[in-house]
C-alpha cells in the first residue's frame, strides 16, 4: 500500500538531500556485527527463525502503510518474548530522516522502505546481508519475486516484502450490464479494454468509459508500464540506466490513452489530475473500468458492484506494478537475530494469513495466494495470484526521473497522450539522461 507509484506517495520528489547523505554514510555489514549477530546470519537457529529472548527492537515505517506495520508488530509483540517499538515518520519527511540516520550512524535495527527506493539503500550499505537467512526460509521461492529482486544488489539479498500495492483493472458490473458487455468477462487485451469502455461511455448521463491520473508520473507509471510488461516488453534496462518507453508496444499503450482523451470516452479532470483525487473518482459508480491501486478495494462503496482483473496488454497478457514496502535489518543493528526472529514470523503462514490477509491486504507469498479469507472473496485471490506476475522496477534515480512534476517521464506522458505523440523518441532520450545522470 502506498508505493511512490501508488496511491498516495505519486506526486512526491525524491529527496536529493537525504541521497547525498546515503551516498556519503557508505556503511558496511560489517558495522551489522554485535552482541546479536551478524547481518550474515548467525548459528542455523538464528539463521533459521532468528532469535526471541526478550530483546526490545526499534523499527520505522512510514506512514503510507502505517495500518499493516502496526498490525504486524502489534500480532509480534503479542506472542514474542522481543519486543518492537515502532515509530511510524511522516512519509514526505521519510527518506530524509533515514537519510540523516544514516550519516550519523544511528539507524533502527529494522527499517521499511517504499520498494522502489530499496535500491538507493542498498547500494549505500544501508540494510545488513541477509542471503543466507532469506534462502534457508522453507518457502523463500514464495516469497513476492519483484520485491527481492529489488532489494537484491550484487548478488546478495537485502530486505523481504513488508506490504504490498499493486495496479489492478477495476470495472463497474452494472454499467458493464446496462452497456450489454458481460461482467463476468473484464478486458483481456488491450483493444477489448478500449471496446468495452467506449461502450460504457456511450450510455451517457454522466457516465464515462475510464479515467486516470493525466498529470501523475507516479499514476502512469504505476497503470501503463503493467500494459508493457504484459507484451514481454521492458520499460528500463536492467540497470536502471536506459529507458526503453518509445517502443512499439509502448507506443499503442499511449495511442489507446490518446484516443480515449481524443473521444471523450474519459471523466473530466484527467487532464489537470496530479494523483490526489484519482482513486475517488471511480467509486462514485460513474466510470465503467480503469486501473487502480488493489489497496482501494477495502475502500469502496459496500453497494458498488465491482470486478477486478490484471492489466492487460495490447494483444493479451497480464502484469501489474508491484509496490508497496520491502523491510531489512540495518547495517548498524546490534540485533540482528532478533531483528531476523521478526521478519522470518512476518513471512509466516500464520502472520501472512491471519494478520496480512485478515486485514483484506496482499500476501507478500504467492503459495498464499488463496487462503482462508482471500477464498471470501474472488477478487482477493484474482489480486493475490498477481504477484507472481508484478514487476518492481529498478533504478536509483527512479524518483527524480519518474515521480518529479519536473522529472522527464511526466513531459512524455503529456506528449504521448494530449499531444500528437511525435516527440516520444525525444521525450525517452531525456528519460534515459535523467536516469544516467
Not at 448521463?205 to 501523475?216: L, Y
Not at 490513452?257 to 483525487?277: C, H, K, L, Q, S
Not at 482483473?309 to 514496502?325: K, L, M, N, Y
Not at 516527440?423 to 532520450?429: L, Y
Request: net charge negative.
Amino acid at each position: 500500500m502506498g508505493s511512490t507509484a501508488g496511491p498516495r506517495g505519486h506526486t512526491r520528489r525524491l529527496v536529493t538531500t537525504a541521497i547525498a547523505l546515503l551516498a556519503t554514510a557508505s556503511l558496511v555489514t560489517a558495522c551489522g556485527s554485535g552482541d546479536g549477530g551478524s547481518g550474515g546470519g548467525g548459528d542455523k537457529a538464528a539463521t533459521a527463525g532468528g532469535v526471541d529472548d526478550g530483546t526490545k527492537l526499534t523499527m520505522w515505517t512510514r506512514a503510507a502503510t502505517r495500518p499493516q506495520s502496526e498490525a504486524l508488530v502489534e500480532a509480534y509483540n503479542a506472542s514474542h518474548r522481543n519486543k518492537i517499538e515502532l515509530t511510524v515518520v511522516p512519509t514526505d519527511d521519510y527518506q530524509a530522516k533515514v537519510g540523516a540516520a544514516a550519516g550519523s550512524r544511528d539507524l533502527p535495527d529494522l527499517f521499511a522502505s517504499d520498494v522502489v527506493f530499496v535500491p538507493n539503500y542498498t547500494s549505500s550499505g544501508l540494510f545488513a546481508d541477509i542471503t543466507e537467512r532469506v534462502d534457508a526460509l522453507p518457502f523463500a521461492e514464495h516469497l513476492a519475486p519483484s520485491h527481492i529482486k529489488a532489494g537484491t544488489y550484487e548478488d546478495k539479498k537485502y530486505v523481504v516484502p513488508h506490504t504490498l500495492d499493486l495496479s489492478v483493472l477495476f470495472y463497474n458490473k452494472e454499467l458493464y450490464r446496462k452497456a450489454k458487455l458481460d461482467p463476468g468477462k473484464p478486458p483481456a487485451t488491450l483493444g477489448e479494454w478500449d471496446r468495452q469502455a467506449r461502450a460504457v461511455d456511450k450510455l451517457g448521463g454522466g457516465v464515462d468509459g475510464t479515467f486516470f491520473g493525466g498529470n501523475c508520473g507516479g499514476c502512469g507509471v504505476f497503470t501503463w508500464w503493467p500494459s508493457i510488461w504484459a507484451a514481454g516488453d521492458e520499460v528500463l534496462n536492467q540497470e536502471g540506466t536506459e529507458a526503453d518507453l518509445a517502443s512499439g508496444t509502448a507506443k499503442k499503450v499511449y495511442d489507446t490513452y490518446r484516443g480515449w482523451v481524443r473521444d471523450g470516452i474519459v471523466a473530466p479532470g484527467a487532464r489537470e489530475e496530479t494523483g490526489t483525487t484519482w482513486t475517488g473518482v471511480f467509486p462514485k459508480g460513474k466510470v465503467g473500468v480503469m486501473p487502480m491501486p488493489s489497496t482501494t478495494l477495502g475502500l469502496m462503496p459496500k453497494d458498488l458492484d465491482l470486478g477486478v482483473a490484471g492489466i492487460p496488454g495490447p494483444d493479451g497478457g497480464r502484469s501489474t506494478f508491484v509496490g508497496g514496502d520491502a523491510v531489512g535489518i540495518s547495517a548498524t543493528s546490534g540485533s540482528a537475530d532478533q531483528a531476523w526472529n521478526f521478519l522470518a514470523w512476518s513471512l509466516g503462514e500464520k502472520a501472512q494469513v491471519d494478520v496480512v490477509a485478515a486485514h483484506k491486504d496482499v500476501v507478500a507469498r504467492t503459495d498464499l495466494a488463496s487462503n482462508k479469507h482471500s477464498k471470501a472473496d474472488p477478487r482477493l485471490v484474482t489480486i493475490n495470484e498477481l504477484v507472481a506476475h508484478g514487476r518492481t522496477p529498478y533504478a536509483l534515480k527512479f524518483g527524480q526521473t519518474f515521480n518529479d512534476p519536473n522529472g522527464p517521464w511526466l513531459t512524455l506522458m503529456r506528449d504521448a497522450v494530449f499531444g500528437d505523440g511525435s516527440s516520444v523518441a525525444k521525450d525517452n532520450e531525456a528519460v534515459t539522461a535523467s536516469l544516467a545522470d
